[in-house]
């Protein structure tokens, strides 16, 4: 049941989200910093209505009216997507409102329009159709980012083993598995505060989806090699590398974000990683990138892009991209990978990737640039996760992730090598 102070706290997060201006967790964290009275069940129940009713936005356009406001769409979203008690609403809505609410709950969602059924901005399911997707598959995959997504875990194996982890992670009390794919990766139930916990501070595990773990893992890093992280951020994959190279070797982590890669630095002290070099760069274009280049045997491109891969962690993306931001995003992934692949030796791998599920935003860009770069050739990522003994259901050459069949954000990477 949702609290008078729930209520309130959450009509005033939704004023500062609904606008799409800033990430839905970032309005949240700074909402509960300023109202510290808030309790974790509080902030738990706040968050969670927040996200979900962002989920369901495109439902609650169609029911309520594209114009409702967050009072009648929070109105919505309790009645007609998650079925609640309408006596229980009482306390917070009005008879007129639990009126309407009434009829919300009976609406028939199999006659709403193909975004409405798929949960996703029309722009996006446009997308979708004009790479050939059928209409079933478009509300798969939309249905199956309108879940909450769970937390993967990375084991460092430079401080642990995956089972000694796993093992200490079952008897206090957290639901713990392996990962289906990658062989770092553990998977949790429900969403535990780690922060605090031993081998998160002493750097054993890193919160990371297991698709993003493959990613690193394609690169094929090994002891001693000079490897590029050519959009670091804040450094996720360029741990797992770094662990891959059993901290040898030159790792540089590249970025064009002075905050992204401060945000690295912590992460980079718990894991006792010192093979890892930060740089910032200016540009794609940096100097930096020119001294070195021919010299890497692995560079990872993990692009800029829509984000759209990721939307059961952050609905809010599907509202502040459109057809207009993605094309211009188009631009930027054709520029980045051909300034990226000036780096890498002959023989070297070159691993173009993002977290999108739209093809404009991958295979269309990775087709450009090898028919541009004809000394480039496209190799098997089933081929290359199959020597590390990773069985994946693949549909050709290239990685495509996606909730519905592997449990993964929805990922996208393509391995190309130089030739010799």
């Not at 006659?111 to 598959?137: F, H, K, Y």
């Not at 173009?352 to 190799?379: G, K, M, R």
């Amino acid at each position: 049941m949702i609290t008078t102070t729930q209520y309130h706290a959450i009509l005033d997060a939704l004023e500062q989200v609904l606008p799409f201006t800033q990430p839905a967790d970032v309005c949240l964290s700074r909402l509960f910093r300023e109202q510290k009275k808030l309790g974790a069940r509080d902030r738990a129940a706040i968050a969670e209505t927040v996200f979900g009713l962002l989920r369901a936005l495109p439902k609650l356009e169609w029911v309520a009216g594209a114009y409702a406001g967050p009072r009648m769409w929070l109105l919505c979203y309790l009645s007609a997507v998650e079925k609640r008690n309408l006596k229980e609403l009482a306390t917070i809505f009005n008879e007129e409102q639990l009126e309407r609410a009434k009829q919300w709950k009976a609406t028939d969602w199999s006659t709403a329009p193909l975004n409405v059924r798929a949960g996703l901005p029309l722009w996006v399911v446009e997308a979708l159709q004009a790479e050939g997707r059928s209409e079933d598959d478009v509300i798969a995959l939309g249905t199956a980012m309108l879940s909450a997504a769970p937390l993967d875990l990375r084991v460092n194996l430079l401080k642990a083993k995956r089972d000694a982890v796993l093992g200490a992670l079952s008897e206090g009390d957290f639901k713990t598995e392996a990962t289906p794919y990658s062989p770092w990766g553990l998977r949790l139930a429900g969403k535990p505060a780690l922060n605090k916990h031993p081998l998160f501070l002493d750097g054993s595990i890193e919160v990371q989806d297991e698709g993003s773990q493959l990613l690193a893992l394609l690169t094929g890093a090994k002891r001693g090699q000079m490897v590029a992280d050519f959009c670091a951020g804040a450094g996720g994959k360029t741990l797992a590398i770094g662990a891959m190279m059993q901290n040898t070797g030159r790792l540089y982590a590249f970025d064009i974000s002075e905050k992204r890669l401060a945000n690295l630095k912590p992460r980079l002290a718990r894991s006792g990683l010192s093979n890892v070099q930060p740089q910032l760069l200016a540009s794609e274009h940096d100097q930096k990138v020119k001294r070195l280049a021919g010299k890497m045997d692995a560079v990872l491109v993990d692009a800029p892009c829509s984000g759209l891969g990721t939307l059961r962690r952050n609905p809010d993306l599907k509202y502040r991209q459109s057809a207009q931001s993605v094309a211009e995003l188009n631009a930027k992934q054709g520029s980045i990978l051909a300034s990226a692949a000036r780096l890498v030796k002959t023989g070297g791998r070159l691993v173009y990737a993002t977290c999108s599920v739209l093809q404009i935003e991958n295979q269309a860009i990775v087709d450009a640039f090898l028919a541009a770069h004809p000394e480039f050739e496209l190799l098997d990522a089933r081929e290359l996760l199959a020597r590390d003994k990773i069985d994946i259901p693949l549909d050709g050459p290239l990685l495509q992730l996606d909730p519905r069949q592997h449990g993964t954000d929805g990922f996208f990477a393509a391995v190309m090598q130089k030739k010799g």
